[in-house]
């Protein structure tokens, strides 16, 4: 079965705007998680959604937001573009929520802020 | 924040040698998850030892969990040139999974 979509795969942006990224888990996952890749902070984890709802937040600003719909697709949202937001930013499905749920990532989306 | 560091950060070995990479982390888990990452791509997951196992497998993979020292180690046998990757480990508790810094893998043909 199809795996974790991302889109877009890349995107360009410019300081000041604002961005909202896709994910589309695997079928029949209903936890989406999302974090984000730089080369100074490593991966860091956003926020975890599970039936629709918001279960767990990193330590972002609130510039980063998320949502979940029912057909358990995602989108995360960053407002107001920093040049320090330029980063991979990966989605990821499992089963359910909690510990031991083998956790699958998409490609992710690479965003540029200049 | 990272939940812990990898050792090496970088690791070059010939094409049939065996790598080891190390991983320690600093608070309590469910359990620890290895996964590798392709130059710009996404994370594939590699295996998941629980907190209660010591030693785990798959196929070329050999995965020890120590929790007394908070420590983990990945070995790969006979390294191929697709084995070219970083390898990230992962500690989970009761929800996210926290990762640690990486360790850049190249095996030389």
């Known amino acids: 079965k199809a795996g974790v979509t991302q889109t877009p795969r890349y995107l360009i942006k410019t300081r000041g705007q604002q961005v909202t990224l896709s994910c589309s888990p695997i079928?029949?996952?209903?936890?989406v998680s999302w974090y984000q890749q730089t080369p100074g902070q490593g991966l860091q984890f956003l926020f975890e959604?599970?039936?629709?709802?918001?279960?767990n937040k990193g330590n972002f600003p609130g510039r980063f937001s998320g949502r979940q719909f029912s057909n358990s697709r995602s989108e995360m949202n960053v407002s107001t573009l920093e040049l320090g937001d330029s980063a991979l930013y990966l989605c990821?499905?499992?089963?359910?929520?909690?510990?031991?749920?083998?956790?699958?990532f998409g490609e992710g989306s690479w965003l540029t802020v200049v | 924040s990272q939940q812990g560091e990898e050792d090496p950060q970088a690791l070059s070995i010939q094409e049939g040698e065996n790598a080891t990479m190390n991983c320690s982390y600093k608070t309590s888990i469910n359990n620890l998850q290895w996964y590798r990452q392709n130059s710009g791509r996404g994370l594939v997951h590699l295996i998941l030892?629980?907190?209660?196992?010591r030693e785990k497998h798959s196929g070329r993979l050999r995965v020890t969990l120590d929790t007394s020292k908070k420590s983990s180690s990945l070995l790969i046998t006979a390294s191929r040139a697709a084995d070219t990757a970083s390898y990230f480990c992962a500690t989970q508790g009761n929800e996210k999974l926290t990762f640690g810094t990486g360790t850049r893998l190249t095996i030389i043909p």
């Open positions: 959604y599970f039936s629709e709802t918001q279960r």
């Open positions: 079928s029949g996952h209903r936890s």
């Open positions: 030892i629980r907190s209660n196992e």
């Open positions: 990821a499905s499992s089963l359910v929520q909690g510990p031991g749920n083998t956790i699958y």
